[in-house]
């Protein structure tokens, strides 16, 4: 059984990688393959691991009594349920309802934490390693690493300043910023490419040697 | 020349590439490997750690990541094990539930780890910043049972964890947004130390909280996993495939310069 998974996905991998001559049936045919794969896995999954466990288990207890508590979950699934109602032309307007709960209890929970984890902690990482530099705990590498990062933060944050034409000392300040930004994504751009070429390595690995020791 | 050059077959570009890598995958080479920073923090971090403390390990990633991430992922269970520290092993992302608890009974089978006293796999519940949250408060209220159904009050090494006050460390695995989920929702709401180890194309994003401490420590893609595996003195796919990509890396530097001086000496003889 493990020797015929091998092939169907060894068979499977030549069929994506086709596309590369040109496009192809094999290649469409692992394509849609693979997408209702993972729409039925993912559907699957997300029933057995998340809708029996947290909706319908405790719904059942307490319906037959075993556990009345379970009878609170009858007000998110009425809510969700209400999302249904879309496809009624004469009761669609109460998509509403969930819709706003989800936004409202959404935004409470997101608004602070992430204006703490990625504004505030953000500003404290750019300027405290200045309080390191006053008291002489740094050593000439960082420092100029700490400026370096004020320097980009501040040009950076200028390109994207629109409230001001950006002409004069502002101007070179945002092409400073463009220049930080390229740098950025050229670094994104080689760590993408070394993630791609690792696919296809692990590909390889698995044609040369888990797919060709079942032939060899 | 040059001309030709500019105008060529990118299926031949296809055949370099494919040959730079079966070439020393055929013939390996052991090329030297230097370990950044950000993979020796979270080694150290992980060895530092009491015998018997719990780690949790998040899966959150689907087989199109399994390169990069699954070599870093068995080189941290094996550590964990060796060094008798407990793992949870949970998914915010539903394709990692296949991964994560085949990869924990692959290594666990290796180690001798035993589930249940040395680890658990929970599995996957769907909501993310729901799921984060809910382990703060009670891990049972939102996993009422392991990833095969067994309740939790009946596994041993989960009788004295409620939630991330008894956990040292989270590591995320992750080929997506959620290291900033549990970033926002766990470290900044619960405290929880996070580390993470990511695919090549999130690493850039990762850089911020790891100079802000917000990350203890950061895997970056397959480079990371062959540091990882040197630093445990462990050899296995990461550091066979980072030595072959190094190859592919050539490959690609070279077709970029020539491609650049043929675009350049052409535009030349235009004008």
Known sequence: MEVFGIWVAAFLTLCIYSFLYRDNPFYRFAEYLFVGVSVGYVFVLTTHQGFIPLAWKPFWAAITGESLIGLIKLIPICIGLLFFTRFSTQHQWLVRYPIAILIGAGSGLAIPNVLRANIFEQTRGTIEPFAAIHAGTLSAGEIFGAILMVIGVVCTLTYFFFSIEHRGPIKWVSKVGIAFLMIGFGSAFGNTVMGRVALLIQRVDFLLNDWGGTIF | ?271
Not at chain 2, 44 to 51: H, K, M, R, W
Not at chain 2, 102 to 111: F, G
Not at chain 2, 185 to 191: L, M, S
């Open chain 2, 1 to 271: 020349m040059l001309e030709k050059l500019m105008d060529i077959d990118r299926r031949i570009i296809f055949i370099l590439v494919v040959l730079a890598v079966i070439i020393p995958t055929l013939l390996p080479i052991n090329l030297p490997i230097s370990v950044s920073a950000p993979t020796r923090q979270l080694h150290d971090y992980i060895n530092a750690l009491p015998a018997g403390s719990t780690i949790m390990l998040a899966f959150d990633y689907g087989p199109a990541s399994l390169a990069e991430l699954n070599p870093m992922a068995k080189a941290l269970l094996k550590q964990c094990f060796d060094k008798d520290v407990r793992v949870i092993g949970i998914t915010l992302a539903p394709e990692g539930t296949a991964m994560g608890s085949t990869l924990i009974q692959e290594i666990a089978d290796e180690t001798g780890a035993i589930d249940g006293e040395d680890y658990v796999f929970l599995g996957y519940r769907p909501g993310e910043e729901l799921v984060i949250l809910g382990m703060g408060s009670d891990i049972a209220s939102v996993f009422e049972t392991d990833y095969n159904g067994k309740p939790l009050a009946d596994i041993p090494m989960m009788t004295n964890v409620t939630n991330y006050d008894q956990i040292s460390l989270l590591i995320d695995l992750a080929s997506g947004s959620s290291t900033e989920i549990w970033i926002t929702y766990a470290n900044v709401r619960y405290n929880l130390q996070i580390a993470a180890g990511v695919t090549g194309v999130i690493i850039s994003q990762m850089y911020p909280y790891l100079q802000t401490g917000q990350l203890i420590g950061l895997i970056s893609g397959i480079a990371g996993a062959a540091e990882y595996e040197t630093l445990l003195d462990a050899p296995a796919k990461g550091i066979l495939w980072i030595n072959i990509e190094s190859f592919v890396h050539l490959l690609i530097a070279g077709l970029v310069v020539i491609g650049n001086i043929a675009f350049f000496v052409q535009r030349r003889k235009e004008e």
